[in-house]
């Protein structure tokens, strides 16, 4: 376990955390910029020592801060891999130095074949032998993420691990800090305020607001929530799980069944059988009253509409069900008033098979 | 012939001097170049800079003169040198040394201290975190990052010596292999209308500032890129 009980004062910002989070999973914090995240981060550190009011932080037992007793671990004996927001690779030094600077001053290390497994997953093979200035910013944030990784012991640290790298690099990333996560029993503490880099990612999520943590607990089960205020975010997503029936090749698309209802995600291959989380963003659902035959939408699913609320002066957020499935729904005031739509109504909601973003549920991380 | 003793003692003073300054100005210019939410040095920061600039543009004279005072043997630090070592400060190459290590102060650490303050914090909370011990960051982060700032410390603390007047007038005087430097010499030989000498010294003095000054900038301009 990791207990921190902290309250530090920066100028008119209070952070007031008093948590206790398992270190056998990937714990995810989520809020908006400014929220506390990163001040949350730099205690675990052993930073900021001049903003405590009060801070304690014990890690399996092993006390890393404590503020009365002045017993302290200094942050270079924490063990922690850290990458920060403003990655911060040193610029005289080589990629290979950089990745490498962590590793070397580790006491106890595994099997240094996880030195290439990074290097290669993060697609850094090429970059090995040029200097920080000569990386791209998404470049730069991978061998940033490398060198935490690699430096990680006791506890890996990423803050917006994945805000500068690309699209095309992203699925890749968050499966090797998955692999590593479960294959080196290393706990990881991550910030971001991506939805989906958070389904894919995290398993315990806290999430901020104004230096506190407003909610806690299992992803799935707080994601899941529609009427906590987490789900309901503008950024809201869905998750529906359903089981893969098959893959169809010739259009690259899979079919799966949730219920008695059957849905299609593109485009990777997924194992068959295998039971998958769909995310779907709420804001890409859309609604109707009859069903549509002639459309391009491929998802459909006949649902009850169970709440609704006017959350702007432009949208309605509509609580849908279907066989004790809730997800949620943004529509337009506009569109909420033409179709009258009534509580108890049968609607039928539909969504594009493109926005469905597939996450394999995996058997050992205990989110079944 | 040109004098070699005045030239080997100043070389031997600018050396001394800018070495001694170097182990001094570290620790002062990261001092002064870190940030702090210390109130106390917050508020004696200005102070420290302000006393390390005064050579800068104070006229050597007020310096030497106020040195001369305290290397006598009445005072203070002039008695307990003459009991340690037997010997009087004043118009001595040791007292010739302190003074120019006021001299140069600012020549050392001000670089040092721009040098120093370019390092972002966050560089060295990360190599903290990756488990870098003090003296890890400091061979591996700090130094190698302030190599253009130790090599223009160093030059300029060492040519800022090599040109030294007034302070070596008022506390050095004029003694063969002790405390004669070249801009001594040189003003001496003006003097006494030994122009030849004067000139043979000024063009060597010239000669090598020039040098040591250009090498050093050509270091700065390839340096820069780096980052």
């Known amino acids: ?368 | 012939m040109p004098d070699y003793s005045a030239i080997i003692v100043t070389l031997k003073l600018a050396l001394t001097t800018s070495l001694i300054l170097m182990l001094i100005g570290l620790p002062l210019a990261w001092w002064l170049a870190r940030p702090s939410l210390n109130k106390v040095k917050n508020k004696t920061r200005p102070i420290v800079e302000a006393i390390v600039a005064l050579p800068l543009v104070l006229p050597p004279t007020v310096l030497g003169f106020y040195l001369l005072i305290a290397f006598s043997p009445d005072s203070w630090l002039g008695a307990t040198w003459l009991k340690l070592t037997g010997s009087s400060l004043a118009f001595s190459f040791s007292g010739l040394v302190i003074g120019s290590l006021f001299y140069s102060l600012p020549f050392v650490v001000q670089p040092l201290q721009a040098t120093f303050a370019a390092i972002p914090q966050a560089t060295l909370e990360v190599s903290r975190s990756l488990g870098a011990t003090k003296i890890q960051q400091l061979k591996q982060i700090i130094f190698p990052l302030s190599k253009t700032g130790l090599i223009s410390a160093f030059s300029l603390g060492f040519a800022h010596t090599l040109g030294e007047f007034g302070v070596v007038l008022m506390i050095g005087g004029n003694i063969e292999n002790e405390t004669r430097v070249l801009s001594i010499a040189i003003y001496d030989h003006v003097e006494t209308l030994q122009f030849g000498q004067a000139h043979q010294l000024s063009i060597i003095l010239i000669a090598f500032s020039l040098a040591l000054l250009t090498i050093l900038y050509r270091f700065k301009h390839n340096r820069i890129g780096f980052n």
């Open chain 1, 1 to 368: 376990m990791l207990n921190i009980n902290t309250l530090c004062q920066f100028g008119d910002f209070r952070l007031d955390v008093n948590q206790s989070l398992p270190t056998n999973q990937i714990i995810g914090l989520f809020g908006s910029s400014g929220c506390g995240k990163s001040r949350l981060i730099r205690q675990i550190l052993g930073l900021d020592k001049e903003h405590r009011l009060k801070s304690q932080i014990s890690f399996n037992k092993k006390t890393w801060q404590q503020s009365d007793s002045k017993l302290e671990l200094i942050t270079q004996h924490r063990g922690i891999g850290y990458l920060p927001q403003t990655i911060d690779l040193f610029p005289h030094l080589t990629v290979q130095e950089n990745i490498l600077f962590g590793w070397n001053k580790r006491a106890s290390k595994p099997d240094d074949s996880i030195i290439n497994y990074v290097i290669q997953q993060l697609d850094i093979d090429d970059l090995i032998t040029r200097h920080p200035s000569e990386l791209s910013g998404g470049q730069a944030q991978r061998v940033a993420l490398a060198r935490a990784i690699l430096a990680a012991s006791n506890l890996l640290i990423l803050d917006e691990p994945l805000s500068a790298i690309g699209e095309d690099h992203k699925p890749q990333v968050m499966q090797l800090l998955k692999q590593i996560s479960l294959k080196y029993k290393l706990p990881i503490i991550f910030s971001s305020h991506s939805r989906i880099e958070h389904a894919f990612l995290t398993d315990y999520i806290l999430t901020f607001n104004n230096g506190k943590i407003i909610q806690s607990g299992k992803y799935r089960l707080v994601a899941n929530d529609i009427n906590a205020p987490f789900a309901q975010r503008p950024d809201a997503l869905n998750c529906i799980q359903a089981k893969v029936i098959d893959f169809e090749p010739e259009f690259s698309i899979n079919k799966l069944k949730t219920n008695n209802n059957f849905l299609w995600a593109g485009h990777k291959k997924l194992a068959k059988n295998s039971l998958v989380n769909l995310e779907v963003n709420a804001q890409d659902i859309s609604i109707s009253l009859t069903p549509i035959k002639d459309t391009s939408i491929l998802n459909c699913i006949v649902s009850e509409l169970i709440a609704f609320e006017e959350i702007s002066s432009h949208q309605y957020l509509l609580k849908l069900s279907f066989e004790n499935v809730f997800f949620i729904a943004f529509i337009t005031k506009k569109s909420f008033l033409e179709l009258d739509l009534t509580l108890n109504q049968k609607v039928y909601a539909m969504f594009k098979s493109v926005s469905v973003q597939p996450i394999a549920i995996e058997s050992d991380s205990g989110l079944t």
